[in-house]
Structure formats: C-alpha cells, structure tokens
C-alpha cells in the first residue's frame, strides 16, 4: 500500500487528488495538508506536521508557487517522493530540486500538466514546428489560476523549434484550454487540448504516484512514463 500525503487538499485539485488516491486499491490518503480544511484526524496544518506524524512514501503538491519550492526541498529532505503538481517553479529552483534529487534517497516529478491529451498535444506541437516556419500559444485558465503563462504552455514553447509567443487568458467558466497555431505558406494548423474537468489530470496523477518511487533524481513531464523516453525542455 502506497501512503500519500496530498498537499492542498482544500483547494479543487487537492480535494480531486483525494478522491482520485483514495479510490485505487493499492493507494492510501494518509494525510491532508491544508490549514483551511476544517479539523480531523487527518488533516494538518503544515507539510512539517504531517511528515512527524506519518510514514507516507508520496506526496502529492497542489498548492501556490510561493510554498512549492519549500514544500519539494522539505520532501526530498524527509525521504519521501514528491509528485509536483504546482506551476510557478523558477529554472533557477528547477536545477536546485534536481541536484538535491539526484543527491539523496527521495525522487521529485513535476509536471505542468497531469492530462494525458495536453502531453499529446505538446508532443505533437514540437513535431509540427518542425515543419511549419511559425507558431504562437494560446492558453485559458479559469481566474484563480496566480501564474501566467502557464506551466503548460512554457513547457510546450520549450519543445517546440524556434521562439513561440505565448498569450494567457485568465476568465470565469474555464478549467484548463490550450491551442497552438501553426503558420505556413497558404496553412495553419491549430492543435487544441481542454480540460473540462479537474477529473481529466487524475489518471496522470495517479500514474505518477505509482511510478515516482522507480525513477531516480528528477523527472520532468508524463512524457517518460507514457512514452518510455525524457524530452527537454523545463518544468514548474
């Protein structure tokens, strides 16, 4: 059975994640961190806490790009394997996590994207630009989302061949939407990936659950797990 420590478990992703963990049957929610939650057995305060008071072998972070950083470093220092789900992640902080990953017992995966379709569509954007000259991002988030441009969409335009401006809409009544235009002589060609629910991240998430614990260091992307193979490019 796979502890899980969910960080965030207040938010709409983190209560998604809890669901998600809870109903496969080697998996187990051992703690919730999220100072909102209402008290319960279970629920903590603080990462530091629940890490005391659990022997979980995951953790799986949902929360905001100003306690990420911390929240990985405090994993990795702990021992447990840490699934990055929160964007916001400077290249700078990137390096630090993997030179920490690759130096101690602990694994990270961050991922700007959990949606099996958005890794195919990012897949699929660095193959069109290699053979269309031009190429610009779209992506929509709802309006809570604090970072723009998106995870996503920063990890697409580092896929793709040449520079690729990227344009954010932040708007009520989105989840998760993104589309790459490609220009050619007399063409375009739009790929386009929507989230139109939080369920559609969750079979990522638990694919990552399982899987973080057999890939050492660092890895960045789904890509690995589903393809078999590392891509460049950054994460957060």
């Known amino acids: 059975m796979i502890g899980v420590i969910v960080t965030g478990a207040g938010g709409r992703m983190g209560e998604a994640v809890v669901a998600a963990v809870g109903a496969e049957p080697d998996m187990e929610v051992v703690a919730r961190v999220d100072p909102a939650l209402p008290a319960a057995a279970d629920v903590h305060g603080d990462l530091a806490s629940a890490l005391e008071a659990t022997s ?8 905001q790009p100003h306690v990420v950083f911390e929240n990985a470093v405090a994993l990795l220092d702990a021992g447990v394997h840490g699934v ?8 700078d902080q990137v390096a630090e996590l993997r030179e920490r990953a690759e130096a101690g017992p602990a694994n990270l995966l961050i991922a700007p994207n959990f949606a099996v379709g958005a890794v195919l569509m990012m897949r699929f954007a660095a193959e069109a630009s290699r053979h269309m000259p031009k190429a610009e991002i779209i ?3 709802h309006d809570r989302k604090l970072d723009a441009p998106s995870g996503t969409a920063l990890r697409t335009g580092g896929l793709m061949e040449g520079e690729v401006p990227i344009h954010s ?17 007399g063409e375009t060609l739009t790929i ?22 057999d890939r ?17 490019g950054g994460g957060g």
């Open 56 to 63: 979980a072998r995951v953790a799986v972070d949902f929360t």
């Open 216 to 232: 050492p260091g660092l890895t960045v992307g789904l890509e690995p797990l589903l393809f078999g193979e590392d891509q460049p």
């Open 84 to 91: 990055i789900g929160t964007t916001g992640l400077s290249d």
């Open 169 to 185: 809409v932040r708007l009520p009544g989105l989840v998760a939407h993104q589309q790459v235009i490609l220009g050619g002589l």
């Open 139 to 141: 992506e929509l988030h």
């Open 192 to 213: 386009r990936h929507d989230s139109l629910s939080r369920e559609s991240f969750m079979p990522g998430v638990v694919l990552a659950v399982r899987e973080v614990s």
